[in-house]
């Protein structure tokens, strides 16, 4: 099926009255948990995938596919209209946001993030579309050295990026793996780390760790810092309409921002930060006014807001080509499809097309559901702010707890959810990222699996791992992204002052 | 201080960790045995938990801005924790509902609500999730030692 004729089937897919449902569902319950800062994307998503055991395979990807990138719509109306940044990756899009609404411009900035939004989404279906069919053939070349090598540079590329120091991130991938070694070993079914529990057996579920991780330690964030009340401003439909100049600054800002966003959401790690705040920086670079950047400039709301979708869309592609997650919200949908018995991969495209192809057309889809459905209705979604916040907490706890006991009906999903959210409070009072944990987690039993398969193929010869082009080429990948950096410094240290610099006291001086 | 605790728990948690990967069979390099995964990734963590201690160690002070709890805020934190241990306590002898009613009432209470309305939120809450986890979803969700 060639990339056309797959889309039009995806459409008819997606088109079902069940998956459309599952989408505008989605979509409806990404805006809110992006409005609300609290729960978070990946916290939702993880409340809902034992909702979803039900439901057909494609049906519970598009719905938690929706969730994902409707976050990011979500996110951004509470940035622009109360300056409270409902996601990490709409922080950026406060900074001009906010002020273009104490202008009286919220509407225009409302439209011009919907718009991007939804061309960026349409672009990355595109890219979706060309890289997953691509990079699927080049992955059926792929053996156990390969994906061991994948998995490996992927968890050093992503130690590097998320942000905060490589040790931290060492530590969180090594907790990670480890937790991934827990339960009955695959290949000789010895049990491992069980101490004596049969349901310790079936391994650490995945759900209540992100659960506990995102969703409970955020409550507990809450719980500290007391109640706020929002400043709440109400936008009137006819004030939604951007004027010709504003369209004019925004239209390239969304092009770069739908591109950037893209390649970005590729990379291993906080893809969607990452590209808002690349995505700015480029613009306020390109403008010839900079200096109107963090004063409501429009193209600093329209770069981000397209970026930060674009790279939803860029993080599904190893997911979907290759079987594996790079982010903790791709890593749940991952999830959900091995619950629903489907084994991710270059395979899923020609095994399982009604789910691929299904997947990336609902996706297009849900950016215009939300298009239509968020610039109306931007007033009702902002009130759900309203909502007193100890009352939020409580009723997310509750949902959390009785979202993990559902998985398997054990007690000691309920345990790991409780112990992961104390343990998440701990790591965000310390400024430590848990995303390596979790994509760790995910990734632990498919690099033993990859790395005990390539030791028995190569008779135990670790340097014949070597002699492997995309095998090398990744593990060098891996190590330049944690050795670069500090190797880079140490050269511009090392490197005598420019004559003209150190004369007049040195740069920056 | 929270730093340098939570990196000697993890030192302790590897240190077992390692010991427990020891005993299992390793194989040889041509066939590695159940053991052998979880032996390399004992020594990566304990390098990376030593480095993180020695980091935590030669660094005085709180360490991350904001990593101290505000003293007026550990009773609601502390609460928070409390309670969702006691939930997954209770729940196997009170069962469900009445667990969820004390849990959602209790929080409540403690984040500032009053009392008619943390009990009538909480009822609301335990019925209606019960109703539609229990009912709905047909998970089988503990009814306690004096309904069963």
Same mark, same amino acid.
Not at chain 1, 369 to 382: D, H, K, M, R, T
Not at chain 1, 475 to 488: D, E, N, Q, S, T
Not at chain 2, 116 to 126: F, T
């Given at each position: 099926?060639?990339?056309?004729?797959?889309?039009?089937?995806?459409?008819?897919?997606?088109?079902?009255?069940?998956?459309?449902?599952?989408?505008?569902?989605?979509?409806?319950?990404?805006?809110?948990?992006?409005?609300?800062?609290?729960?978070?994307?990946?916290?939702?998503?993880?409340?809902?995938?034992?909702?979803?055991?039900?439901?057909?395979?494609?049906?519970?990807?598009?719905?938690?596919?929706?969730?994902?990138?409707?976050?990011?719509?979500?996110?951004?109306?509470?940035?622009?209209?109360?300056?409270?940044?409902?996601?990490?990756?709409?922080?950026?899009?406060?900074?001009?946001?906010?002020?273009?609404?104490?202008?009286?411009?919220?509407?225009?900035?409302?439209?011009?993030?919907?718009?991007?939004?939804?061309?960026?989404?349409?672009?990355?279906?595109?890219?979706?579309?060309?890289?997953?069919?691509?990079?699927?053939?080049?992955?059926?070349?792929?053996?156990?050295?390969?994906?061991?090598?994948?998995?490996?540079?992927?968890?050093?590329?992503?130690?590097?990026?998320?942000?905060?120091?490589?040790?931290?991130?060492?530590?969180?991938?090594?907790?990670?793996?480890?937790?991934?070694?827990?339960?009955?070993?695959?290949?000789?079914?010895?049990?491992?780390?069980?101490?004596?529990?049969?349901?310790?057996?079936?391994?650490?579920?995945?759900?209540?760790?992100?659960?506990?991780?995102?969703?409970?330690?955020?409550?507990?964030?809450?719980?500290?810092?007391?109640?706020?009340?929002?400043?709440?401003?109400?936008?009137?439909?006819?004030?939604?309409?951007?004027?010709?100049?504003?369209?004019?600054?925004?239209?390239?800002?969304?092009?770069?921002?739908?591109?950037?966003?893209?390649?970005?959401?590729?990379?291993?790690?906080?893809?969607?930060?990452?590209?808002?705040?690349?995505?700015?920086?480029?613009?306020?670079?390109?403008?010839?006014?900079?200096?109107?950047?963090?004063?409501?400039?429009?193209?600093?709301?329209?770069?981000?807001?397209?970026?930060?979708?674009?790279?939803?869309?860029?993080?599904?592609?190893?997911?979907?080509?290759?079987?594996?997650?790079?982010?903790?919200?791709?890593?749940?949908?991952?999830?959900?499809?091995?619950?629903?018995?489907?084994?991710?991969?270059?395979?899923?495209?020609?095994?399982?097309?009604?789910?691929?192809?299904?997947?990336?057309?609902?996706?297009?889809?849900?950016?215009?559901?939300?298009?239509?459905?968020?610039?109306?209705?931007?007033?009702?979604?902002?009130?759900?702010? @309203?909502?007193?916040?100890?009352?939020?907490?409580?009723?997310?706890?509750?949902?959390?707890?009785?979202?993990?006991?559902?998985?398997?009906?054990?007690?000691?999903?309920?345990?790991?959810?409780?112990?992961?959210?104390?343990?998440?409070?701990?790591? @965000?009072?310390?400024?430590?990222?848990?995303?390596?944990?979790?994509?760790?987690?995910?990734?632990?039993?498919?690099?033993?699996?990859?790395?005990?398969?390539?030791?028995?193929?190569?008779?135990?010869?670790?340097?014949?791992?070597?002699?492997?082009?995309?095998?090398?080429?990744?593990?060098?990948?891996?190590?330049?992204?944690?050795?670069?950096?500090?190797?880079?410094?140490?050269?511009?240290?090392?490197?005598?002052?420019?004559?003209?610099?150190?004369?007049?006291?040195?740069?920056?001086? | 201080?929270?730093?340098?605790?939570?990196?000697?728990?993890?030192?302790?948690?590897?240190?077992?960790?390692?010991?427990?990967?020891?005993?299992?069979?390793?194989?040889?390099?041509?066939?590695?045995?159940?053991?052998?995964?979880?032996?390399?990734?004992?020594?990566?963590?304990?390098?990376?938990?030593?480095?993180?201690?020695?980091?935590?160690?030669?660094?005085?002070?709180?360490?991350?801005?904001?990593?101290?709890?505000?003293?007026?805020?550990?009773?609601?934190?502390?609460?928070?924790?409390?309670?969702?241990?006691?939930?997954?306590?209770?729940?196997?002898?009170?069962?469900?509902?009445?667990?969820?009613?004390?849990?959602?009432?209790?929080?409540?209470?403690?984040?500032?609500?009053?009392?008619?309305?943390?009990?009538?939120?909480?009822?609301?809450?335990?019925?209606?999730?019960?109703?539609?986890?229990?009912?709905?979803?047909?998970?089988?969700?503990?009814?306690?030692?004096?309904?069963?």
């Amino acid at each position: 099926m060639g990339p056309l004729e797959g889309l039009a089937y995806g459409f008819a897919v997606a088109l079902q009255p069940t998956n459309l449902f599952a989408c505008f569902l989605g979509v409806l319950i990404g805006t809110i948990v992006g409005i609300l800062p609290g729960i978070g994307p990946v916290g939702a998503m993880a409340l809902l995938l034992p909702s979803t055991l039900s439901l057909q395979p494609a049906t519970a990807l598009i719905m938690l596919a929706g969730i994902y990138y409707g976050s990011m719509y979500g996110g951004s109306t509470t940035s622009i209209l109360v300056n409270v940044p409902g996601e990490a990756s709409s922080v950026v899009t406060a900074l001009d946001g906010y002020q273009m609404t104490r202008r009286g411009r919220a509407g225009a900035a409302l439209s011009v993030a919907a718009v991007g939004s939804f061309v960026a989404g349409s672009v990355g279906v595109l890219g979706i579309v060309l890289a997953v069919s691509w990079l699927a053939d080049q992955a059926l070349r792929f053996g156990p050295p390969e994906y061991f090598a994948l998995a490996l540079a992927g968890l050093l590329l992503l130690s590097r990026l998320s942000g905060g120091s490589v040790i931290h991130a060492f530590v969180m991938v090594a907790i990670g793996l480890a937790l991934g070694t827990v339960g009955m070993e695959p290949i000789s079914a010895v049990r491992r780390f069980t101490f004596g529990s049969t349901q310790l057996s079936q391994g650490v579920e995945l759900v209540p760790v992100i659960m506990g991780l995102y969703g409970v330690a955020e409550v507990m964030l809450i719980a500290e810092s007391g109640l706020r009340k929002a400043n709440i401003v109400s936008v009137r439909l006819r004030e939604l309409l951007p004027t010709r100049e504003e369209w004019r600054r925004s239209s390239w800002p969304i092009a770069r921002g739908s591109v950037v966003g893209f390649v970005t959401g590729l990379i291993p790690g906080p893809a969607s930060v990452l590209a808002t705040f690349i995505s700015y920086t480029l613009e306020r670079k390109v403008s010839k006014t900079p200096e109107r950047f963090g004063k409501g400039a429009i193209e600093g709301v329209a770069g981000p807001e397209a970026a930060n979708n674009g790279a939803t869309a860029g993080a599904m592609v190893p997911l979907l080509s290759l079987g594996i997650p790079f982010s903790p919200a791709t890593a749940i949908l991952l999830g959900a499809l091995v619950i629903t018995g489907i084994q991710p991969g270059p395979l899923l495209i020609s095994q399982r097309p009604e789910v691929f192809w299904g997947v990336v057309a609902s996706m297009y889809l849900g950016n215009f559901i939300l298009l239509v459905l968020n610039l109306p209705l931007v007033g009702l979604f902002v009130s759900v702010l @309203r909502l007193p916040q100890h009352v939020l907490a409580t009723l997310v706890l509750l949902l959390c707890l009785v979202g993990a006991y559902s998985l398997n009906n054990s007690q000691l999903d309920l345990w790991v959810l409780v112990g992961f959210g104390v343990f998440g409070y701990a790591l @965000r009072k310390l400024a430590i990222d848990p995303s390596p944990l979790v994509v760790a987690l995910v990734l632990g039993p498919l690099m033993e699996k990859s790395l005990r398969q390539a030791l028995f193929m190569e008779r135990g010869n670790v340097l014949a791992l070597l002699g492997r082009p995309i095998t090398l080429a990744l593990l060098l990948l891996g190590v330049a992204a944690i050795a670069a950096p500090p190797l880079i410094r140490w050269w511009r240290r090392s490197r005598p002052p420019h004559p003209a610099l150190s004369s007049t006291g040195g740069e920056g001086n | 201080m929270i730093e340098r605790l939570l990196a000697v728990g993890a030192l302790a948690a590897v240190l077992v960790y390692l010991a427990s990967a020891w005993a299992l069979p390793l194989g040889t390099a041509a066939r590695p045995g159940a053991g052998f995964y979880p032996l390399a990734v004992g020594v990566f963590g304990a390098v990376t938990v030593l480095a993180w201690l020695g980091l935590t160690l030669r660094r005085p002070g709180p360490g991350a801005p904001g990593a101290v709890i505000v003293k007026d805020a550990r009773g609601r934190v502390l609460a928070t924790a409390g309670l969702l241990m006691g939930f997954c306590l209770a729940l196997p002898w009170t069962g469900y509902p009445v667990a969820a009613l004390l849990f959602t009432a209790l929080l409540l209470r403690g984040l500032g609500a009053g009392n008619i309305a943390a009990l009538s939120i909480g009822l609301l809450s335990a019925l209606a999730s019960y109703y539609g986890f229990g009912t709905l979803l047909g998970v089988p969700l503990p009814r306690g030692v004096l309904l069963d």
